[in-house]
């Protein structure tokens, strides 16, 4: 949770600060979120690429652990849609929000551009959420779905912020597939999130 709440706190700054006007002119003329994007894509890929795991998961990978993240995939748009029945956002807005899978940095910076401010915001505390379920609730999660559900919940947070309370709860031998799990939800969150904001 410690790693969720900083980034909450950012966000509330940056609304706060602008709403009172003492953000630089120059800030708000001048489009810095792509850019930034860009250097938050380049950040990822270097974390990615610098952790020693990655040829061990991908050597080791069988078409098996695959079926989780599909699961997450298909159980979030599904529930997501259904969302949508009930809110005042379009189906394909909603789907945009859920395809997040609580990397709400990216997906949210996403939905800002394409969608605006307001299903950005959205985006980012739906994503955040759904990161904090997964760390309160994990303990309940395993009793009354079993060990998967935790990390299908965490959604593309099970390789960091959610990784520990995976291993807590569900188990050690869980590990492999949590972060498994976490790098296919990463690397098709800015291919769904744009899809949905496209249509």
Not at 20 to 37: F, I, M
Not at 102 to 120: D, H, M, N, P, R
Request: proline letters at 5%.
């Amino acid at each position: 949770m410690g790693g969720s709440l900083p980034i909450l706190g950012c966000f509330c700054a940056g609304v706060l600060l602008a709403w009172l006007g003492v953000v630089p002119a120059a800030w708000l003329e001048h489009d810095l979120v792509l850019p930034v994007l860009w250097l938050l894509m380049f950040l990822v890929g270097i974390s990615i690429g610098a952790d020693r795991r990655l040829g061990e998961i991908v050597r080791s990978l069988r078409p098996q652990v695959l079926l989780l993240p599909l699961a997450t995939t298909v159980g979030t748009f599904a529930g997501t849609a259904l969302a949508s029945l009930v809110l005042a956002w379009s189906l394909s807005e909603c789907l945009a929000v859920g395809a997040g899978f609580a990397y709400y940095s990216l997906s949210s910076v996403f939905i800002t551009q394409y969608k605006g401010a307001e299903l950005g915001t959205v985006a980012l505390l739906a994503n955040i959420m759904r990161e904090l379920l997964t760390l309160l609730a994990a303990p309940l999660l395993v009793r009354l779905c079993g060990p998967l559900a935790p990390i299908s919940c965490g959604g593309a947070s099970t390789m960091d912020t959610t990784l520990p309370t995976v291993a807590r709860y569900s188990g050690r031998e869980w590990i492999f597939v949590s972060i498994v799990h976490a790098m296919v939800l990463d690397f098709s969150v800015p291919f769904w999130v744009l899809f949905f904001c496209s249509l």
